[in-house]
C-alpha cells in the first residue's frame, strides 16, 4: 500500500490542523493506520492509531482528548484532527500501515508516507 500525508503547515499556538493519509494500492481496509512525529533531534513518536475498522483507537498520552483519528474505508484516507495544538506538537508528521492494532514502535510499521510538516508558534 501506498501512503501520502498531507495537511501540514504553521499555526498559532492553541490553533487546530486536519492532517490527511490518503492510501493507494492494496485494499485499504486490510491495514491498521498510525500517525507518528519526529522532531529534529528527536526519535519517531507514536501519535495514534486506528484499527482497520475503524472500531480501535489509540492515543499517545501527549495527544489524548486533544487529537482525534477516524478513517473512511470508502474513500481510502484517514484524518488526524489537531486541536489546542502546542509549540512541543512541532515535528514532521508520518502516517504509517501495519496488519496489527495496537503497536506503538515505528519499526513494527512496514509501509510509511512521506512526511508532512507541522509549526506551531507560540
Known amino acids: 500500500v501506498q501512503l501520502q500525508a498531507s495537511g501540514g503547515g504553521l499555526v498559532q499556538a492553541g490553533g487546530s490542523l486536519r492532517l490527511s493519509c490518503t492510501a493507494s494500492?492494496?485494499?485499504?481496509?486490510?491495514?491498521?493506520i498510525a500517525w507518528f512525529r519526529q522532531a529534529p533531534g528527536k526519535d519517531r513518536e507514536f501519535i495514534a492509531s486506528i484499527s482497520s475498522i475503524g472500531i480501535g483507537k489509540d492515543y499517545a498520552d501527549s495527544v489524548k482528548g486533544r487529537f482525534t483519528i477516524s478513517r473512511d474505508n470508502a474513500k481510502g484516507r484517514v484524518g488526524l484532527q489537531m486541536n489546542n495544538l502546542k509549540p512541543e506538537d512541532t515535528a514532521v508528521y508520518y502516517c504509517?500501515?501495519?496488519?496489527?492494532?495496537?503497536?506503538?514502535?515505528?519499526?513494527?510499521?512496514?509501509?510509511w508516507g512521506q512526511g508532512t510538516q507541522v509549526t506551531v508558534s507560540s
Open positions: 494500492g492494496r485494499p485499504f481496509s486490510n491495514y491498521v
Open positions: 504509517a500501515a501495519n496488519s496489527i492494532f495496537g503497536l506503538r514502535t515505528a519499526g513494527h510499521y512496514n509501509y
